[in-house]
């Protein structure tokens, strides 16, 4: 099962920042956070992760809380073409690393 | 394009054949992924190598399904006696794994109908 809870759907207008939350209150010290989005009927694209610190790169922001329970993926403008799922992952580098996807949030971005 | 290949992207087949799908991973990456999405749902894992080491196989494959990955390169996915329900989008994904992060990058998906 999937380790993060994350809203169903949201809604943002275009120009304007998207802030999507992600719970994982049973992450563990070595797990980091993965971001990944998928547009409608293409694989899964990989925005950003992170351990303890906040992290940002040309796509994106990530927010991780201080206890590690939750963080939050920031699209500093939001376009009509950043509509798609958005996946909060833990995973343990180790072993596997395979990731365990949940359901996602349905970010609508709207002109 | 440097990314992840998948062939074909589309394939309808009648249940009872067999398919076979290619994933060509980005030049280098070690560890190769396959994973199987089915509509409404996120992406799970099936199986992954290591070089051309088989590492895990996920309970979701059954004896229908065969990985290989032949040179450690390019890797092919085989589902012998489709059923209905195979019908679903395969994705493969590749990852360099370095110091203490494996990121995975995604290839397009082959999406497959069962008839």
């Known amino acids: 099962d999937a380790k993060t809870t994350q809203p169903t759907s949201m809604d943002c207008a275009e120009g304007r920042a998207a802030n999507l939350p992600c719970n994982h209150s049973t992450i563990s010290g070595n797990e980091y956070v993965y971001w990944y989005r998928q547009i409608h009927s293409q694989g899964p694209q990989y925005i950003i992760h992170g351990l303890k610190n906040n992290e940002t790169n040309e796509m994106a922001s990530l927010i991780i809380t201080e206890d590690r329970k939750s963080s939050t993926l920031i699209l500093p403008h939001a376009t009509l073409r950043d509509t798609a799922v958005y996946y909060c992952?833990?995973?343990?580098?180790?072993?596997?690393?395979?990731?365990?996807f949940g359901t996602g949030t349905l970010l609508a971005v709207q002109p | 394009d440097t990314g992840v290949s998948q062939n074909p992207r589309h394939k309808i087949t009648k249940r009872g054949q067999n398919v076979t799908f290619r994933c060509d991973p980005i030049?280098?990456?070690?560890?190769l992924y396959w994973y199987r999405q089915t509509l409404g749902q996120g992406p799970e894992f099936l199986t992954y190598?290591?070089?051309?080491?088989?590492?895990?196989k996920s309970r979701l494959l059954s004896d229908r399904f065969s990985a290989e990955r032949p040179k450690g390169s390019f890797s092919t996915l085989e589902i012998q006696r489709t059923e209905q329900g195979d019908s679903a989008m395969y994705l493969c994904a590749s990852s360099l794994v370095r110091e203490v992060t494996d990121t995975q990058y995604f290839g397009p998906g082959t999406r497959l109908t069962v008839l």
């Open positions: 992952i833990v995973s343990e580098f180790g072993a596997t690393n395979k990731l365990i």
């Open positions: 190598f290591q070089n051309e080491a088989q590492l895990e």
């Open positions: 030049s280098e990456h070690n560890r």
